[in-house]
């Protein structure tokens, strides 16, 4: 895209590291950003480590590794931040936490920026409105890993122009991404279908219907899916899918989106996943062991 040369991305955890790597393989400069400049360290150090991983698979030349790993830069400001191109947001799944970070850097975005969101489920019309430019707001949902995973959900607002979604699909595009058409509705596509779909193998727990090891087993072998349900509940973070569901319940007001009690329980003991070192399976041993 020749309108587009730099991004910047707000939030250096895990999804914010992955969009980075993704953004600067496909020859952008990325600014990275986070409150805690700390995190930031991390995910760069993260980021070399995978890019290195994908030059010992063959996915990467040594060279193009490099490369993308050099257009990566510490932004130290919401003012370096804003006069990039586009600025992509990817804090935490809490939508009052993501109308602040937008109010926040508002002051500080160029005339022609353009601004979007990484959310997995929060209705982009709201995220825009703490924004001064709706026309110019859009969701763009990769998938986690972002580097490897094919799919970048475009999410179009009630005021998103249409030169906003072309100069979105034909970013993402231009990463090697496929892109769909997502309506702003709660949770859009792919979290719409697969959060309940996780969360209803939390209630088969719950029940004791089965137990981990059976459900997971279950779902790969008896439908082909390449992880278990639980396992890809904690590779998510238990306190990302409860966020969906909580937007889905909210949002649809209908009880089949209700989340599982013992889901809210592990989420709030902290037992959140991988991240946290256990979930529905404990990551402390060589090999994950289920907890229940």
């Not at 998510?236 to 899918?241: I, K, S």
Request: with cysteine; hydrophobic share 45%.
């Amino acid at each position: 895209m020749s309108s587009i040369r730099t991004v910047s991305i707000l939030g250096a955890g895990q999804m914010g590291a992955g969009i980075a790597q993704a953004v600067a393989a496909g020859g952008y400069q990325v600014r990275l950003y986070d409150v805690d400049p700390a995190r930031v360290a991390t995910a760069r150090a993260e980021i070399g480590a995978s890019l290195a991983r994908q030059v010992e698979r063959g996915v990467l030349t040594a060279e193009q590794g490099a490369a993308a790993g050099a257009r990566i830069a510490a932004a130290g400001s919401l003012g370096e931040v804003g006069t990039a191109d586009l600025v992509i947001e990817a804090a935490v799944e809490d939508e009052a936490v993501k109308k602040a970070v937008f109010t926040e850097l508002t002051p500080h975005l160029a005339a022609d920026t353009l601004l979007a969101s990484n959310t997995s489920s929060i209705s982009i019309t709201r995220l825009a409105s703490s924004t001064d430019r709706p026309d110019r707001f859009i969701g763009l949902h990769f998938m986690k890993p972002a580097p490897t995973m094919k799919l970048v959900e475009i999410v179009r607002g009630i005021a998103t122009s249409a030169a906003t979604y072309d100069a979105a699909v034909a970013f993402a595009e231009s990463l090697g991404k496929t892109t769909t058409n997502a309506e702003d509705f709660p949770a859009f596509i792919v979290n719409r279908i697969l959060a309940p779909m996780i969360n209803e193998a939390v209630f088969t727990l719950y029940e004791g219907v089965g137990d981990v090891a059976s459900i997971d087993a279950a779902l790969k072998l008896g439908a082909n899916h390449p992880m278990g349900p639980l396992e890809l509940a904690d590779f998510m973070g238990l306190d990302v899918v409860l966020a969906i569901m909580n937007v889905l319940y909210d949002g649809l007001a209908d009880s089949k989106y209700r989340p599982c009690p013992l889901l809210v329980k592990y989420v709030e003991a902290g037992w959140l996943g991988r991240k946290a070192g256990r979930g529905f399976y404990d990551y402390s041993g060589a090999t994950p062991v289920p907890t229940r």
